[in-house]
């Protein structure tokens, strides 16, 4: 819950409306993902920056118009303009915060582009290098968004209850928890992982 509704706060705080191209860098893992299933029904055009097959497979099921692998594609930003018809993305959802140093740039010459900070850096990592004359001349913005209202979460529960979420978690018992938080550690797990006390 607290993931999703996070997405659907900073998608909301992004003023995006339907039809924008959505960005998500790290979207193949929790909030991402969540984050590009409200995108879709939200009637925006969702977009994958992450890595492995998996992810792949994962995001394009659950509505992503295209996955870009940052691990094959030597200069991603150009993709993503490339997909924005030569302009460059609406708005980018920094899930990973690894992709602070390169998200901005997604934005391209996109007038009005926003880039939304959700993935919570270790401090002093991961800085973000821009120019004031670009965000003025191109009115672009940077936003930063934490948790979510109880309003949010309500919005987030209609849309749950519209079945517009499918996030079938990876279920594991405790005996596999050293191995699963170092798997959630090297961004290896798609989509949601659950301890079930009970398996073992």
């Not at 939304?116 to 965000?135: D, N, Q, R």
Request: proline share 4%; net charge neutral.
């Amino acid at each position: 819950m607290c993931s999703t509704s996070t997405a659907y706060s900073s998608l909301r705080e992004s003023a995006l409306v339907p039809g924008n191209w959505a960005f998500f860098p790290g979207g193949g893992g929790g909030v991402g993902i969540q984050g590009v299933q409200l995108a879709v029904a939200m009637g925006l055009r969702p977009v994958v920056i992450d890595s492995g097959e998996q992810k792949r497979k994962l995001a394009l099921e659950l509505g992503a118009e295209a996955f870009l692998d940052f691990k094959e594609i030597d200069d991603v930003a150009s993709e993503v303009i490339a997909i924005c018809d030569g302009i460059g993305a609406h708005g980018v959802f920094v899930t990973a915060g690894e992709s602070y140093p390169t998200a901005l740039s997604y934005l391209g010459n996109r007038v009005g582009g926003t880039m939304m900070c959700i993935a919570l850096p270790t401090a002093g990592s991961h800085p973000i290098s821009v120019s004031g004359a670009e965000l003025i001349m191109k009115n672009k913005s940077i936003k930063g968004t934490l948790v979510s209202s109880m309003a949010d979460a309500e919005k987030t529960l209609e849309f749950a209850k519209r079945g517009k979420f499918h996030l079938n978690p990876e279920i594991v018992g405790l005996s596999r928890l050293n191995e699963s938080l170092q798997r959630l550690k090297n961004g290896q797990v798609p989509r949601r992982m659950v301890f079930d006390f009970n398996l073992e």
